[in-house]
């Protein structure tokens, strides 16, 4: 098996890297604006009226990514852009009528596809991978991120930057200051020039455009196809840039623990921990940054979003922490996603094995060092050390130390060579063996990996080889992938094969599932009408399947799930789709599909006869509909509905929001689950609520509240902030966190809304540029 693997992955790389050569396009060189210095001052006032401005090359002629990438947009934008010895300044009149326009909130850092926006993306490197995007609203409204990977984004980067907008009957027009210091950059001798490209998005009209074309298969951040920015004179040598953001605070907590056993009350605990510390941001050169963090604070991060879980393996949440996001892409992006050797919620996050509730780790201190050294060379390395925590009843988790080093090198047009070593070392000292059991002293990991773009964006690969070393040096401890796509306006085809070792063990990763061959291959076949008549209705439509098989590593078939589904959507945006899936599982150990053991009460699981081993199939009809997110009212629904293992079962999912612009959303997103199996095994009834109410009350206060009651672990969690923004990314938070049990439990005297614990807390940051 590990000679078929080598030599379909030597095969379908092979193919990959020749189809991607001969298909790779020549660069544009009609997209091409410069960048003269002004000879007079930039007032930021949105009105455009200096005589830089006026001079100004023009980006102009935008053109459609969506619903259609065959036409130019119907509402067209014209963009400027000069500088000085401190900003960047682009200037941009987007034409619009005053009654269309589309926002969720007044808030900064608004969700992708939720508001009408103009966005710059700015690629300063010029290795169509990494670039800066800024974005902003009719009503003024920044954000601003990270490209990564050619096309992907993240708006968790915060940084300073300036902007004002101007609205009129049929436009509105943006200035925008960009610092110098915002950004990562060199000067070379001789011209220079980086990549860019501008982007609009109407959401009435369901136009996305941009100034280079982008093929609606990809996204419009997609840095393959950004045009040229040319510096007439070079830009200022960057400075020197320091930023310190210290934060206090202080919060009060409550507790109401109860024995596992038998769920009696045991003694309230009440305390008022307060805290200091600081983060730092340091440019160590004009492309290398050192960012340092000592006693951080997460507090004022919203709770994790609850799931239905019938999973048998490890479920994954996102990471939400700023300080772990940024650069991310450098440090998490190694493996496939159900491999990843680093995953940033493995510090200072754990479960507490008494109540089985998730935690946080105190963080005494951190430093991660960042950035390019050259074009041609990324670095990143991160040291954090947590301390020891008390669980009670003579249960610890110990002190650790967490390292991760990463390296990459940039190959042929947009492709990449990279290396990772991760490690974990646990401190055991003041430890007794029995409170350290089930630790390793030690867990690394180290591997190699290729990411390979072809220059249009429409052939993808990906191969990988890990290993991992603990004290017992195992073997059989690597994990190995290869990955490739095919992506066309009208096909979209992927393959993915994938080993994981039976010993290959990742501590600070996210590794489900060991002791397995993985087959992935997704496909999907898209087409345009081509009558108008029906075009009017049907912007694409198509058919496709998501699947994948398991196997043990004798071969033995384990998992197999094949989906094939119809699709269409219109173009404003609405989605439907009809789906058939087929699954099999063999159970090697016995199992409760109903996870009813996530339930504290002991008379939901204690009873409950697990499936014994063997094969199961499964068979599912599923049907499901995204509404256009352009009005107010929104929503989606999937329902699905067959066999289940030795049974049936019904799984329903829906989301409603309001929009009540520019003040805020009001959402409700709902799930219920039915799995009726026979005597003498479990069958259940879970709900699972999640009401939402996000409102902005300027552009510097927002209030945000998130409700959810969930049946399957008897949990009703409410989290509440309210962040003023009293100057750029210097925040006051007041948070408030309460979790109940949802039900009665008759039997141990619980009633519902009984306290399980709560907390309050004020948080301050301050920014300050040294």
């Keep these: 098996m590990k000679k078929l693997y080598a030599t379909v992955g030597a095969i379908l790389l092979g193919i990959n890297l020749l189809s991607a050569q001969n298909n790779a396009t020549q660069e544009d060189d009609k997209y091409s604006i410069h960048i003269k210095k002004t000879k007079t001052p930039i007032k930021l006032d949105g009105l455009l009226d200096e005589d830089s401005w006026k001079s100004a090359d023009l980006a102009k002629n935008f053109f459609l990514n969506r619903p259609y990438d065959s036409s130019f947009a119907k509402l067209q934008t014209e963009v400027k852009i000069t500088f000085d010895d401190n900003f960047i300044y682009v200037g941009a009149v987007c034409y619009e009528p005053r009654n269309l326009y589309t926002v969720a909130s007044l808030k900064r850092d608004f969700e ?35 490209i990564f990977n050619g096309e992907e984004s993240s708006n968790y980067w915060d940084n300073k930057w300036f902007s004002q907008v101007k609205t009129y009957d049929d436009y509105w027009v943006v200035e925008m200051a960009i610092p110098f210091k915002t950004l990562r950059y060199k000067v070379t001798d001789g011209e220079n020039s980086w990549r860019a490209n501008f982007g609009r998005n109407v959401l009435q009209k369901n136009e996305i455009s941009t100034w280079r074309p982008v093929p609606r298969n990809f996204r419009p951040a997609n840095l393959a196809f950004a045009g040229n920015l040319i510096w007439d004179e070079n830009p200022p040598k960057p400075g020197a840039n320091v930023s310190l953001i210290p934060f206090m605070s202080v919060s009060s907590e409550k507790d ?91 510090i200072g996050i754990t479960r507490n094995p008494n109540t ?93 990996e290729f990411n390979f773009y072809s220059k249009d964006s429409r052939f993808e690969s990906e191969s990988y080889y890990h290993q991992s070393f603990s004290p017992e040096n195992k073997k059989d401890a690597s994990s190995a992938a290869h990955f490739m796509g095919y992506h066309h306006p009208h096909v979209d085809v992927n393959l993915g094969v994938e080993r994981i070792g039976e010993n290959f063990r990742a501590e600070v990763g996210y590794v489900p599932r060991t002791g397995i061959w993985q087959i992935y291959r997704p496909a999907k076949i898209i087409l345009n009408p081509k009558s108008k008549k029906v075009g009017k209705f049907i912007n694409t439509y198509g058919i496709g399947t998501e699947g994948n098989d398991v196997f043990s590593l004798k071969g033995e078939k384990l998992d197999s799930e094949t989906t094939l589904f119809l699709f269409a959507n219109n173009s404003s945006g609405a989605e439907a789709f009809f789906a058939y899936t087929n699954s099999f599982t063999h159970l090697f150990f016995t199992y409760d599909p109903t996870n009813a053991s996530d339930n504290p009460n002991p008379d939901t699981y204690k009873n409950v006869a697990e499936l014994p081993i063997g094969d199961y199939r499964s068979k599912f009809w599923s049907i499901g509909y995204t509404s256009s997110r352009r009005n107010n009212l929104n929503g989606s629904f999937e329902v699905n509905k067959g066999k289940y293992f030795n049974g049936n079962a019904i799984f329903v999912e829906g989301s409603i929001g309001y929009r009540y612009q520019p003040y805020g959303v009001f959402s409700l997103d709902c799930n219920y689950t039915k799995i009726d199996l026979p005597k003498p095994y479990n069958s259940v009834e879970y709900w699972l609520l999640g009401p939402r109410a996000e409102l902005s009350f300027s552009k510097s206060v927002f209030f945000s509240t998130f409700f959810q009651y969930n049946t399957q672990t008897n949990n009703t969690n409410i989290n509440s902030r309210l962040q003023w923004r009293f100057r750029p990314v210097s925040d006051i938070f007041l948070v408030y966190t309460d979790n109940y049990f949802a039900e009665n439990i008759p039997n141990y005297y619980i009633k519902s809304w009984t306290p399980k614990n709560r907390t309050l807390i004020l948080k301050m940051t301050y920014w300050l540029n040294v």
């Design 356 to 448: 089985g509730t998730t935690q946080r780790v105190p963080i005494l201190a951190g430093a991660r060092l960042s950035g390019k050294l050259t074009d041609d060379w990324r670095i990143g390395v991160m040291n954090m050390q947590t301390r020891k925590v008390n669980f009670g009843e003579d249960k610890y988790l110990p002190a650790a130390n967490y390292s991760v080093a990463v390296v990459q090198r940039k190959l042929l047009n947009r492709s990449t060579l990279g290396g990772i070593f991760v490690n974990k070392e646990n401190d055991f000292s003041n430890l007794s063996s029995d409170q350290t059991a089930g630790y390793r002293k030690y867990n690394r990991v180290g591997g190699l």
């Design 112 to 146: 992708g596809g939720t508001s009408d926006v103009f966005t710059v993306n700015i690629d300063t490197f010029k290795d169509r991978l990494n670039g800066f995007q800024f974005a902003i609203n009719p009503y003024g409204v920044q954000r601003e991120g990270l």
């Design 256 to 346: 109401f623990p109860r024995n596992s056993n038998d769920l009696t009350a045991l003694p309230t605990t009440s305390a008022f921990p307060k805290g200091i510390g600081m983060d730092a941001k340091i440019a160590v050169t004009p492309s290398l940054n050192l960012d340092l963090t000592v006693n951080p604070d997460f507090s004022q991060v919203e709770v994790d979003k609850q799931v239905t879980n019938l999973s048998r393996f490890e479920l994954f949440f996102p990471e939400r922490r700023q300080f772990f996001l940024e650069n991310n892409d450098l440090f998490g992006n190694f493996g496939f996603p159900d491999t990843r050797p680093f995953f940033s919620r493995r």
